[in-house]
Every structure is written in C-alpha cells, then in structure tokens.
C-alpha cells in the first residue's frame, strides 16, 4: 500500500509512504504530474515513511525528473532509509537526482 500526501509549496512536496511498485506506481506519476502542471517548479519527495520500492518505481521518478529538468527545476529525495538510498546508488540514480 501507498500514500501519497500533497504538501505543496516551494518546493512542490510530496510526502511518500509504503511501499509503491508496478502496481501504483503510475498512480504516484499521475498525481505528481498533476500537481506539477498546475505550477511548475522544483520538486521534492519527504521518503522518511517509504519502505519500499522497485524498479518501475525508479523508472518513474526518472521520467518525472526528465519532465521536470525540461522545464528547468529540479528533483530531490529526502530522507531515504539506507536499503533504498543503496538501491538510488547501484543505480548511478544519485548521479542524476539530488538524494539528501
């Protein structure tokens, strides 16, 4: 199960939590991409509560991140437990998106 909350602001913030997989994780595009349309600008995940997640999950925050780079922002993680800050480093994830 995943949650996530919509903080807003600037950043534009979202607290993630649970675990999202193949299974949500075009709903978590969905709704970031939404919230982003209305004002674009730079983008935050709050990970503390995320426990898991795999690799279409990685592969959504890299096309959120394409898609954000394009209008000129920029995407951070904060926050990530050790496994996934490891799973974003295999990756060479960490090179690409700001992990804090």
Same mark, same amino acid.
């Not at 534009?12 to 649970?18: A, I, K, M």
């Not at 060479?92 to 690409?96: E, G, K, N, P, Q």
């Given at each position: 199960m995943q949650e996530v909350t919509i903080i807003g602001g600037d950043p #534009? @913030?979202?607290?993630?939590?649970?675990e999202i997989d193949s299974e949500n994780s075009d709903a978590l595009f969905e709704t970031v991409m939404e919230e982003y349309k209305r004002s674009p600008r730079d983008v935050l995940f709050? *990970? $503390?509560?995320?426990? /898991? %997640?795999?690799?279409? @999950? #990685?592969? *959504? /925050?890299? +096309? %959120? #991140? $394409? #898609?954000? +780079?394009?209008d000129g922002h920029a995407l951070r993680l904060s926050a990530l437990n050790p496994q996934l800050k490891k799973l974003f480093t295999i990756c060479?994830?960490?090179? %690409?998106m700001e992990l804090e």
């Open positions: #534009l @913030t979202f607290s993630l939590s649970g709050e *990970c $503390n509560r995320l426990t /898991f %997640i795999d690799s279409t @999950t #990685l592969g *959504c /925050f890299v +096309k %959120i #991140l $394409n #898609l954000v +780079k394009a060479a994830l960490d090179r %690409i």
